[in-house]
Every structure is written in structure tokens, then in C-alpha cells.
């Protein structure tokens, strides 16, 4: 058997992958009977025709006999392949930051450095990993609940068996952490939209996976703190479902997973979307 040192095997195999989405700056939302998100994956944006500003997409509609339809949940730029959580890490463990928010970092950037700086920061020494982040401007306490009660959107999952996850105290236990931030650094467009939320994450070959053990890296989570709760509830459960592996959005306007706009529940779609994914061999694992 060829003899491949585990570090070339993980170059090899490792996928970074990251989710940003975005929304209408406050002041156009007034007129528009819904903030609207507009989510562009990290390669989307810069292939927009006409740059200079991002285009609402309106979005499709089901058809009123087919609102279950399910939409493909797997990863954009590794061809559609489908990336999941293994039942051998389950329950997940969720960690949401008192408020923190990580390093200023070019928007451009976060995809390819957060997941190692997080991963950094958990394994150095220091008693508190944290202790040098700041705190966002417009935390509160009370915002923890709302980001809480965006993920339990996904709890309905657990009583079916497809997946199960539990909040902690320590980040250094946790497999998904949750940070803040009071805006991602040249990410707005000249159309007033800035990005609301971004979900990093590194996945593997599934295969390999079963062959050696891997250290578990961090899908790490990042929520805009504008002041408007309602959305944050929203982008949360929509962050987390990237967390869980649904890394393409819906092309359905009624989705939670889609692109831009606030979606408050799971839809039927979504739901059937999930349950094929966690019923499908992955490609790749989280
Ligand atoms: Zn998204």
C-alpha cells in the first residue's frame, strides 16, 4: 500500500468551505415588505453580471400540489456532494459566545483563515481560549436565547433520529461555535447590502474519514448584531443549517434555506431536504 504521511493525506482531502449571506441595509427595508437577504456563496459575488451592486432575486415558487419539494443540499463548489454530520459525533455540541466577536478580518479572507484561527485559539494553554476577543457593541444577553431559539428550529430532527445536538458552556468541547459581529469588513456592495451572517467550515472525504481519525476541527458560525432581533432569530436557524450540512440554498422563496430573505421556520421543504440528506452516504463529513 502506498505510504502517504498523514499531513499529505489531509492536504490532499482537506475541503474549506464557508456560507456568507447578506441583507438590505435598514434604511431600504422600509419600503420592502421584507428585509431581504442576499446570499452570495464565496464565489457567486464576484460572477454577478453588472457588478456594482447585488440583484434581489425573486426566487421560485412551488407549486401549490408540490410544496415538499425537496432542493439539492449539497455543496456548491465540490459539485453538488453531499456533506453531513456522522452519527458517531452526535450529540453535536453548540457553544454561543457571550457576545464575543473574532479579529477584524477582511471579509475576502474569513473563509480560509477562521476555522484555523478558532481551531488555534481552542488548543493554546491560556484558561480562557477567549480572553482576548471583545465583546460586540450591541450584545445582550437575552440575544443568546434568540440565536438559541433559531437552532432549536432544527430539534424536530432529533425526535426522528437524524441528528442530535446539545448547547455547552465550554467552547472547547463544543463542535459548532457561535460568535457576533457588529459588521464583516469590505463585504457591503454598492447596492446597500451588507453580509448578515457567514458559516465556516472544514469538511473531509468520507471515506477517509473511516480510515483515519481526524481532528475535529470547528464550524464557526458569525451573526450581525443590527438590532433586529427577529432576523437574527432567522439567519440563525439558516446559519445552522449550513452547520448541519445543507451548504446550497433553496431556489424556493419559502424556504429557511433560502437565499434572501427572512424566513422564520423550517418549511416543508426544507424538512424533506434535510431528511434526504441525513438518509444519503455522504461524500464529505463535517
Ligand atoms: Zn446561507
Redesign the pocket.
Known sequence: MLRVSLKTLLGIALVVLS?A?AYQSNAQTRYLPKANFQ?YSQSSESNLPGAGGLHLTPGEDRPANQKSTSYAPGEPTLNGALVRWEAKKMPLKIWIAPGLKLPECPFSEIQETRVEQVYGMLKAPAADPFAGLQTAFSWTPDLNYIVANGIEQWRRFQNEGLVSFVFTEDPRNAQILIFYTDGFSDSSSPGGTHVAGITSAQVYPFDLAQQVNIAQKPVVIELLLDGNSERLQAQSA?EFG?ALGIKA?SPYRDDL?Y?DRIVPQLSPGDVATFRYLYKQKPQYVL
Do not use: A, E, L, R
Request: charged share 10%; net charge negative; glycine share 0%.
Open positions: 456560507m449571506d446570499t439558516h449550513h440554498h434555506m437565499v
